[in-house]
């Protein structure tokens, strides 16, 4: 980005040059003045990229919900870490600082959305980003019991409570306090499984469809109030969800076969929470004309092979939120 920028200057300069060669004192002294803009812009822009935003970030207390958090805090927002850790969110509230706060949250709860959401507007008088990054993976439903044939509808729904109608109340709640301000951003985690079968259990892949699905639904519906609506579709990235799934040698021997027969170097390395981060912050970002896509962060996984990860064989059938 920088040697972007750099760029851009050095050419701006020649042209200023050339300006100054060839048009009068006034003209030039017209470039320069919109050139010192540039840069002043261009200085804002490098620095705290969301100053005075509000945000609302569901499953904030580990993983990428707090790597969000940080970085969001650290880029002059402030925000409202909503999680069911009690303990966690509030130490990591304590740790942010006064422009973090924590509240209990069940995003399967829709008055806990509300009350989400109610906090923002109530502490701050605004609601600027909306972070739906809260997600449930079954372990269970991984193993070998839960093929297509063994579909049991009653663990299906209890894997959409948390992925599909959590996301749904948050876009719901959010939209209902940016419509008046006619601006906001919306911004939901997905999965790899979104768009490729045989990473996870069909139902986690089934409701990560679904959260796509629901981004470009509500993209549309709220573009003519200024509203954007993304996804982000991570690989596996170092969580306390995910270390259960990293702690089956099956699951791991796929996954180190899989980088090196596909070359996929990449992914040889396991995703920190703040890459995910990164692309919050981008997609929250003012300027952004993105909306209504899934933004898919996985290292050229997708495209570089095609592994058969779901099911495995485990023994341990621990529920994991």
């Known amino acids: 980005m920088i040697k972007t920028i750099m760029c851009s200057w050095q050419r701006k300069l020649c042209y200023g040059v050339h300006k100054l060669l060839t048009t009068s004192k006034q003209s030039a002294g017209t470039w320069a003045r919109e050139y010192a803009t540039t840069l002043t812009d261009t200085s804002v822009a490098l620095g705290r990229r969301l100053e005075g935003k509000v945000a609302v970030i569901t499953g904030a207390a580990s993983g990428i919900g707090e790597a969000t958090a940080r970085s969001f805090i650290a880029h ?57 990054n809260a997600g449930n993976i079954r372990y269970k439903s991984m193993g070998t019991d839960t093929g297509i044939s063994d579909l049991n509808l009653a663990d299906m729904h209890d894997m959409f409570r948390t992925n599909v109608y959590g996301v749904a109340l948050g876009i719901k709640h959010a939209a209902r306090a940016m419509k008046p301000q006619r601006r906001g951003c919306i911004i939901c985690t997905g999965s790899i499984a979104s768009i ?19 981004t470009r639904s509500s993209a549309s519906e709220l573009s003519e109030y200024g509203i954007r609506v993304n996804c982000i579709s991570p690989a596996v990235v170092i969580s306390p969800m995910s270390k259960i799934m990293l702690s089956n040698s099956r699951f791991m021997k796929i996954l180190d076969s899989l980088s090196t027969s596909a070359n996929c170097i990449l992914f040889r390395k396991f995703m920190p929470p703040d890459e995910v981060a990164k692309a919050a912050l981008f997609l929250a970002s003012d300027g952004n004309y993105i909306s209504g896509h899934n933004l898919v962060i996985d290292g050229s996984l997708t495209v570089t092979g095609s592994p058969k990860l779901f099911p495995l064989e485990t023994d341990d059938d621990k529920d994991v939120n």
């Open 196 to 214: 490729q079968g045989g990473f996870m259990s069909h139902y986690y892949t089934v409701s990560k469809h679904a959260v796509v699905g629901l």
């Open 76 to 132: 002059g927002a402030r925000v409202i870490i909503a999680d069911i850790q009690d303990e966690a969110g509030t130490e990591l509230a304590q740790d942010l600082g006064p422009n973090a706060h924590f509240i209990h949250c069940d995003v399967s709860n829709e008055e806990d959305v509300s009350k989400s959401v109610g906090l923002a507007l109530s502490v701050y008088g605004q609601l600027d980003i909306m972070y739906n």
